[in-house]
């Protein structure tokens, strides 16, 4: 019963949102408020609907209701709670819900709390959401239905895939999308701008807390799924330049740039058409991600099933998405008035600049994902494209930009000081060149690039400390001047800081983990020993366990550093009955001098174990400076203004810059 | 300036970094490509050894040996060919399921891989191989049912 309600509710809401697409932009063509005003309880009745189908697939898994298919295929009662959750999300299916359940509620925010926002403006938003909607659940309706039944019901599930089965994986999806669908805000912003003909600093406004929200949301999920990649697959890497993981950074680049460009946008009324187009590619890239995770036509080593229905459905989607905004662009962009003047060297000139090298990496990741694709479909060649590809272009592309990082900020609008911008910079710069010198003289070894590397990180993090620096004139003025000025700056300076210094903190760690990471691979019998990065593990022999839904066998390895105790290890493997496979637990001691990774693997003759074990240098600092980057935005959009009081539209055909409110 | 010099400077400084991204992926193209091939692929083509190439089958059951430091060797299917790799091998290699290396041969006509990639569960296969399965016949009907992603 329940499952069916979920079922009729996902129904209707397909209902409401074929409304909300069509009646708004009827209403705003032909001048009518009422029909246009139609949007707002549409919206609202949707995301309420959508609710109730979630509520009711979570409630199917929560109670292991066999008898759906989908709960049948992906759950099994011997779970712990937690994973039984999960498992909602952790299916194509349920994901797809998730997925318009998270795009129901940003349009829902849009209805309730957008009443300040222009009637029209807001009317044609909530119709392009609606679109996306009915697209959306026409596909979950059509091809990939939660809730369809099994008759006679299975006696037990089969379980959800072993590896999926963890906390970080458990909240990485919900993340991963919020991020994707909440660039769908920016995308209906920009397309209702371009129906409407009619562009200003007020829509920048309006756009900029939406697209934080999803790049902070993005930025997270991203860090949690590589996290999880580490410590679960037993490799020891964090990134592989796996599609699927080069599908949701895509978006990220993408949309770290349209932070930026709406920002000038906001501001200095300029770089309007690209902001525009920047708003239609990023959300097209989320579309693109979702085809390439959800059809499989990727070859990866966490590539979907093969379902061509579905592959196509989506891809159909994507061309009409894709392809009807752009259309829409070409059309309609020449319409929108030029913006401001700039000098190159200026901030806006160099937000340009981080606009050009984002968009022009993202590209070469995006020839590195697909070409293969293009390839085999072409010639029928299969290639791979491996992190080596991605090392040679975009490292150099992305490096120039990190070193431009902290002059932004610096800059004046309009017109830049670039010797005054260096001048401020001298003591990060100082910093940054010992730390090179410091770090040659420590290491010979590894690679000659890693001492810049580390170079690179300290000057991110100091050119972010300099501007706050600057700003509250600390050490020109007195102590207390400075104070009272550090109080008064606005949230949005300590955000771009932290984030910027997060971005510093990640380089760190990449450059860390990648230039002096060290691997042993040993076979061990119980008392033998091995020497890693002046850690003594000793193997002490093996125990096997029993987990709530798995068997385990697990080493035990004692860890000394010069003969001192530090911990012991016990990585594991752990055999999955129900759904007859095994994963691998790695046992990890953390340290901000670097993690000691081990991993138990094959038995051998004798009682030994091949066992393989990593010294990851400084490895936290990469998600730790994710999470930087993300309160570094949670910072900024809790700044009041962003909330209140600012988006005031500028006069029809007077396109005046808003003044300048640092 | 001009309102023209600004937008020349904007157009040439995209057109620089444009022309930098094309030569560093046509340079990377050129270098760090990997072909997939299936063991009859490589006994009918001349494939240089040190090639880095990727190899793709069936592990031969009954073929898997571990030595001490343990190489394993997995013949794969109609052609067979002997694989050595050193290190711990993923979770779900096993015999008589598909697997994807990466390596290169040996003068010797042996391969030496240094990575292998084993699918994610006992459902999933590469697409890779799926294809060279189903073109030698090989092909069981459902065995690629229902996969799972990692996303």
Redesign the interface.
């Known amino acids: 019963m329940i499952a069916e309600t979920g079922h009729y509710a996902l129904i209707l809401a397909l209902g409401v949102a074929i409304v909300q697409m069509v009646l708004p932009v009827i209403g705003t063509r032909f001048n009518d408020p009422r029909l246009a005003a139609v949007s707002v309880p549409a919206a609202q009745a949707q995301f309420i609907l959508i609710c109730i189908a979630f509520s009711a697939l979570t409630a199917a898994y929560v109670t292991s209701d066999f008898s759906i298919l989908n709960v049948w ?1 992906n759950s099994h009662s011997a779970k712990p709670m937690l994973y039984k959750i999960s498992a909602v999300w952790g ?2 299916e349920g ?1 797809m819900v998730l997925w318009v359940l998270i795009l129901a509620l940003f349009g829902a925010a849009v209805a309730t709390f957008g009443s300040n926002l222009p009637r029209q403006l807001q009317a044609n938003v909530l119709a392009v959401q609606g679109s996306i909607a009915v697209a959306f659940l026409l596909f979950i309706v059509t091809t990939s239905n939660p809730f369809l039944r099994v008759d006679p019901a299975p006696f037990d599930g089969q379980g959800l ?1 072993p ?2 089965q963890d906390p970080a ?1 458990a909240f ?2 919900p993340f ?1 999308y919020a991020g994707y669908v909440g660039f769908s805000m920016a995308f209906s912003f920009a397309v209702a701008a371009l129906i409407d003909g009619r562009i200003d600093a007020a829509w920048a406004r309006w756009v900029r807390p939406w697209t934080l929200l999803a790049w902070m949301c993005l930025t997270l999920g991203i860090a949690m ?1 590589s996290w ?2 580490y410590y679960e697959l ?1 490799w020891g890497g964090f990134w592989f330049w796996d599609p ?1 993981e080069n ?2 950074f895509m978006p990220w680049l993408a949309g770290t740039a349209l932070l930026h460009s709406a920002l000038v946008m906001e501001k200095r009324d300029a770089l309007k058409v690209w902001t525009i187009l920047l708003a239609i590619i990023t959300f097209s890239l989320s579309l693109m991600g979702t085809f390439l ?2 059809s ?1 036509v ?2 990866s ?6 379902d061509p229905a579905r592959g196509v459905f989506i891809l159909g989607i994507m061309s009409v998405f894709i392809g009807g905004s752009f259309a829409l662009f070409a059309w309609r962009a020449p319409l929108l008035s030029q913006g401001g ?4 060297i200026s901030r806006e000139g160099a937000w ?2 981080n606009n ?2 984002l968009t ?2 993202c ?2 990741v995006f ?2 994902t697909l ?1 293969p694709l293009a390839l085999e479909a072409v010639t029928g ?6 992190a ?2 991605f090392n ?2 975009f490292v ?2 992305i490096v120039p930009l990190l070193i431009a990082v902290p002059f932004g900020p610096l800059l004046a609008w309009k017109r830049g000081d670039l010797l005054g911008a260096a001048q401020r910079l001298t003591v990060a710069a100082l910093v940054s060149l010992a730390a090179i010198i410091g770090v040659l003289a420590l290491h010979q070894s590894g690679p000659w690039l890693a001492p810049l590397g580390i170079g690179l990180g300290l000057w991110l993090i100091m050119g972010a400390l300099t501007e706050l620096a600057t700003r509250s004139k600390l050490f020109e003025a007195s102590w207390a001047e400075s104070r009272r000025r550090l109080r008064n700056l606005p949230r949005a300076a300590y955000g771009t800081a932290l984030a910027h210094a997060g971005l510093g903190v990640m380089v760190l760690g990449l450059v860390a983990t990648t230039a002096w990471r060290s691997e042993r ?1 040993e ?1 061990l019998a119980p008392g033998g020993t091995v020497d890693i990065a002046g850690y003594q593990l000793t193997f002490e022999g093996v125990k096997e366990g029993q987990g709530p839904n798995y068997k385990e066998l697990a080493g035990i390895f004692q860890v000394t550093r010069d003969g001192q105790p530090v911990t012991t290890l016990v990585p594991s ?1 752990r055999a999955y009955s129900v ?6 637990e790695a046992g990890i001691h953390n340290s901000w001098r670097g993690d000691l990774y081990l ?1 138990l ?2 038995p ?2 004798d009682g ?1 174990y ?3 074990a990593y010294f990851n240098p400084m490895v936290r600092l990469i998600w730790l400076g994710a999470l930087f980057m993300f309160f570094g935005g949670a910072v900024s959009l809790s700044d009041r203004r962003l909330r209140v009081g600012a988006p005031k539209r500028a006069k029809a055909k007077t396109p005046t810059a808003v003044a300048a409110g640092e | 300036m001009t309102r023209k010099q600004r937008r020349g400077v904007l157009i040439g400084t995209c057109l620089v970094v444009l022309g930098v991204a094309v030569g560093l992926v046509l340079y990377a193209m050129r270098d760090s490509i990997v072909f997939f091939y299936s063991p009859s692929d490589i006994a009918k083509m001349e494939i240089a050894p040190g090639q880095r190439i990727r190899l793709g089958g069936l592990v031969e059951t009954g073929s898997v040996t571990r030595d001490q430091a343990p190489p394993s060797t997995s013949p794969p299917m109609a052609q067979a060919l002997p694989v050595t790799f050193t290190g711990v091998l993923p979770d779900l290699f096993r015999e008589g399921q598909g697997v994807v290396t990466e390596g290169a041969l040996q003068p010797d006509g042996t391969f030496k891989a240094d990575s292998v990639l084993a699918k994610h569960d006992e459902n999933y296969m590469p697409p890779e191989v799926a294809a060279k399965l189903k073109e030698q016949g090989v092909w069981r009907e459902g065995a690629a049912a229902g996969g799972v992603t990692t996303q």
């Open positions: 295929q299916n194509h994901s895939n590896v999926l994986l990485h999806p991963l799924g999880w990649a037993g699927v599908a949701s995770v959800r499989g990727l070859t080593v966490h590539a979907f099933a093969v003047l700039f000098a190159p340009v600049l050009l090298l022009v990496a590209a070469a020839v590195g070409y060649e299969k290639i791979s494209v491996g080596p590809f040679l272009t150099p592309l691979i076979a493997k759904e007859k496979s095994a994963t691998t991993v693997g094959d051998l003759k030994a091949s066992v393989r």
